[in-house]
């Protein structure tokens, strides 16, 4: 072979492999960014009021933006004065994951939990679910620790940031009775009967003068009877008129005298 064709060979090869190296360059710095941290977990809601004794569903959410995950180890605190965590499961967002830890303990408030696949997953959903039961009132803050973390492909930490929830327990209202109304009843006024007054006569004799006997007639005063049971009234009072005398009486018979005998004296001296 001349020394020619070596040189021309030799040529081709570095065209060729400089292009080559630099897309392979660019290729290892792509899947560098793509690797970096970026998946950001969440609770929802973030925010809730409910009373106590009242249970109600939690779910962890992530969104893995650039990153492929397949696993997660969830670590969560919240105050168990006012919450009591009764169960924590799989979300949808892994495809029938195993669950090696799940552990609670409603003592120091703490919640220990982590899945992982076999299969790569991009995008967002729900992680896991937790149901609590608000135990005393006031608020509690649910947070994740400082040990949550999150496997991807190409990094072990594929975790941007984590953030809390807040929920309110508020104490059991207090059940207000109804009262229940019963027939209304209407008064009847019984009628008071009004006394009736019964007058009997009772004689009242009027004294008489003079001759012959005769005199005013006694003139009767109704005294009023009240029946028994009932208020008496007043009683009317009649008074007796005095009647004048009649009759013959003693001075007239003096007069009387007195002019006949004046007569008969005149009589006699005439004659």
Known sequence: MSKKILIIIGILV????????IFLVKQRQEL?????????????????????EET?????????NENSIVSADIDLTFNPNILEALSISAGSFFESPTEPT??????????????????????????????????????????FDS???????????????????????????????????????????????SPTSVPTMTPIPTPTSGTGGLGPTATPTPTPTTAAGTTPTATPTVSSQQLPETGIVTPTFIFVGLGILILTSGLLLLF
Do not use: H, W
């Open 56 to 64: 109600f569903n939690v779910d962890i959410v992530v969104n893995t």
């Open 102 to 143: 799940r552990l609670i303990n409603n003592n120091l408030g703490k919640i220990q939990y982590s899945l992982f696949t076999m299969t790569a997953k991009q995008g967002a959903g729900t992680l896991a679910s937790i149901v609590f039961k608000g135990k005393g009132p006031g608020i509690s803050q649910v947070t």
């Open 147 to 193: 040990t949550t973390t999150v496997g991807g492909i190409g990094e072990t930490e594929a975790l941007s940031r984590a953030e809390p929830g807040s929920y309110v327990i508020a104490s059991a209202a207090t059940p207000t009775p109804t009262p229940t109304t019963g027939p209304t009843t209407t008064p009847t006024q019984t009628p008071t009967p």
């Open 14 to 21: 570095i065209l060729i492999s400089i292009p080559l190296t």
């Open 32 to 52: 560098r960014m793509k690797a970096a941290p970026a998946t950001v977990l969440s609770l929802s809601p973030a925010a809730i009021t409910k009373a106590v």
